[in-house]
């Protein structure tokens, strides 16, 4: 009588299928995953930059300008901003810093030249805030830009821009319709 040993396990072919099955529903499910990350960093930003835009407009109801305008509410604003514009950054998610954020925020005058903080600030009279993603970071890379101003403008845009581009266009005469361009949309 002969022995029949039966071999317990999974063949090189069925090895190789269940490979190309989880390959593509990672092919799927990464891409997908990448923009939701995107998606929440900013609408995670756009939330800083509302709740900012309410500080601003307590502080002017109280001092009846915008000028000297200090972040609360857990904002860490650091002096100094993208290449030469001298705003006040502050980095989100709160708590991060220069080199782990999501989004920085630049906060400025309406003037688009001088920091809100700023002890020699001319008009006080209006505000914007610019939210850029962490291009360093390769999955933000790709984000939204975001601006926001005293007068309501609201835009994105998902135009790469380096940083020297988007101080040209902040420190502009192209009227804050400048800030974002071709394509951008209001969030």
């Not at 502080?59 to 030469?84: C, E, Q």
């Not at 209006?126 to 830009?145: E, F, H, K």
Request: glycine letters at 8%.
């Amino acid at each position: 009588m002969a022995i029949v040993i039966k071999s317990k396990g999974f063949t090189l072919v069925e090895l190789m299928i269940v490979i190309m099955i989880i390959s593509v529903f990672a092919a799927f499910a990464v891409p997908s995953y990448y923009k939701y990350i995107r998606s929440a960093a900013r609408a995670n930003a756009q939330s800083q930059m509302l709740m900012i835009a309410g500080n601003l407009e307590r502080w002017r109801a109280k001092n009846l300008s915008y000028s000297g305008f200090v972040p609360d509410s857990g904002f860490a604003a650091t002096r100094g901003s993208i290449a030469s514009v001298d705003g006040a950054t502050i980095y989100i998610p709160i708590g991060s810093d220069s080199t782990n954020y999501q989004y920085q925020l630049v906060l400025l005058d309406g003037t688009r030249t001088t920091a809100l903080n700023s002890t020699d600030i001319r008009a006080g009279q209006g505000w914007i805030v610019v939210g850029q993603p962490n291009t360093a970071n390769t999955i933000l890379s790709r984000a939204s830009r975001l601006v926001l101003n005293s007068q309501g403008v609201r835009c994105m845009t998902d135009i790469a821009m380096s940083d020297s581009t988007m101080n040209s266009n902040i420190t502009g005469t192209g009227g804050d319709a400048a800030l974002c361009t071709s394509p951008s949309k209001t969030w």
